[in-house]
């Protein structure tokens, strides 16, 4: 191992554990950097508190693209390929470790990084609940410290060498990305594709809530962004309607209507999936309001009123025949009601 060395930022120091071979590569913006990462407490242990090696998943993250941990592309910039290197960090430096954990212990999991569907930045959601859901990230937040990272630089891909998702996109790029994924889920939706028209909608949501947290709430751009944000939402609701996932566009909707207590098509949609799971109240009254905001869909939510009728009609025949039968095989006949008790 070799001396332990400073690369000139303060509160970093840095102990080369293996050499890597080559020069130094050319970190410029948009290089996509793979690498794996052991992050540890600086006690008597070493407690390990993340390794993406245990996770079987490489870390990557792309030059310039404001990454939540910056010191990371400054300790990255600083080894070759293969090599394997320990960095102590004061808390300047790992005082965001907490939610980038929380992210990326989230993607090994199989979840969503972000809530996106919830119109409040990471930050303030982590206040509201008070928690990031992990009782050792919760420990960091409240007390940060100075933390070991141990890297090992795997692969420098330079901008033109690779396609690039719209998580390793510049805001700019993202923007501009959203009408191609809008187009590329609508036609996967006239091709009744509808996962894979979801998964365009939910991928362009992403991108303009990334570029939205950045803007300032309800002032004119943040505004432009949630509207076409709420498009999108829409669209992708249409699309769980269709996988039968009622719940969630109920949620979703919901979610739209509390804030934007104006958009019709939010109310429809919601009345639909209301419908689809038997809350007759709920959709009669969703139905309502889509007539006060539109007039002109009174033949499409007759329609629909049409078939909620018929369908709360026979499922009430059919709880009638149920609870029939149920008080009819347990009802005595008139000679056990007449013969004696037995003592």
């Not at 332990?4 to 554990?17: A, D």
């Not at 939910?202 to 303009?208: D, G, P, R, T």
């Not at 751009?221 to 769980?240: H, I, R, S, V």
Request: glycine residues 6%; aromatic residues 10%; hydrophobic residues 35%.
């Amino acid at each position: 191992m070799d001396d332990t060395m400073c690369l000139g930022i303060e509160g970093v120091k840095k102990t080369i554990m293996y050499g890597g071979t080559g020069d130094i590569p050319k970190f410029i913006t948009g290089s996509k950097v793979t690498f794996h990462f052991r992050t540890m407490l600086c006690d008597d242990d070493r407690t390990v508190i993340d390794d993406s090696k245990k996770v079987g998943m490489p870390m990557e993250i792309v030059i310039g693209n404001m990454f939540k941990l910056e010191v990371w592309e400054t300790l990255l910039a600083s080894m070759r390929i293969g090599e394997v290197a320990e960095f102590w960090c004061d808390v300047t430096h790992t005082g965001l470790y907490p939610i980038l954990a929380k992210s990326l212990r989230r993607i090994a999991e199989g979840k969503d990084p972000v809530d996106w569907h919830i119109h409040t930045c990471g930050m303030a959601n982590m206040f509201a609940y008070h928690t990031l859901g992990y009782a050792d990230l919760d420990e960091l937040q409240k007390e940060p410290q100075p933390l070991y990272f141990v890297l090992e630089l795997l692969k420098v891909t330079q901008p033109s060498e690779y396609n690039r998702e719209t998580w390793a996109m510049s805001d700019e790029e993202r923007l501009k990305a959203v009408p191609l994924l809008h187009g590329q889920g609508n036609k996967f939706y006239k091709q009744g594709r509808y996962e894979e028209a979801s998964n365009k909608y939910k991928e362009a949501i992403v991108c303009l809530k990334n570029v939205q947290t950045k803007e300032k709430s309800w002032e004119a751009q943040w505004l432009k962004l949630e509207k076409m944000a709420n498009t999108l939402t829409l669209n992708y609701c249409q699309c769980l309607l269709r996988q039968e996932e009622y719940y969630e566009v109920i949620e979703h909707t919901s979610d739209i209507i509390n804030h934007h207590p104006g958009i019709m098509k939010a109310f429809y949609l919601r009345g639909k999936a209301h419908m689809e799971v038997w809350n007759e109240a709920e959709a009669r009254e969703d139905f309502q309001r889509v007539l006060d905001l539109e007039p002109g869909m009174k033949k499409m939510v007759g329609r629909d009123l049409g078939v909620l009728n018929m369908r709360m009609e026979d499922k009430n025949e059919e709880d009638r025949r149920k609870y029939k039968g149920m008080f009819n095989s347990s009802a005595p006949s008139q000679e056990e009601e007449q013969a004696p008790q037995e003592i």
